[in-house]
């Protein structure tokens, strides 16, 4: 593998996980502005889905340093996957914090 392609591969799961943090948003948004269940369900799905792609470039990045003898790793590539990590548990907690919203509003 060479730094090309592991910063390649870098940039792919920076803007996978970005365009993840930007759905969260968007359904958080959705949800301040009270629109549908279903609107906002959609989001979410959107945006792990975004996440998932991010993790699977990950993986086979790391798969692929496997079987190389030397390892190769580059700044850019730390980055993403700082990124990736962070932006994950946004999902999480976003989740969360929905959930717990709704459980809010149904007690109300």
Do not use: P, W
Not at 22 to 46: N, P, R, T, W
Request: aromatic share 2%; proline share 0%; glycine share 2%.
């Amino acid at each position: 593998m060479t730094n090309d392609q592991l910063n390649e591969a870098a940039m792919q799961i920076i803007l996978h996980a970005g365009d993840c943090r930007e759905l969260l948003g968007e359904a958080i948004d959705l949800i301040l502005d009270e629109a549908s269940v279903q609107d906002v369900e959609e989001k979410l799905h959107q945006a792990k889905k975004e996440i998932a792609k991010a993790h699977v470039l990950q993986t086979d990045m790391i798969q692929d340093s496997i079987n190389d003898d030397e390892l190769h790793t580059t700044l850019l590539f730390t980055h993403a996957q700082d990124t990736l990590m962070t932006i994950n548990s946004e999902v999480n907690i976003t989740m969360n914090m929905i959930r717990l919203y709704r459980k809010l509003e149904a007690s109300r």
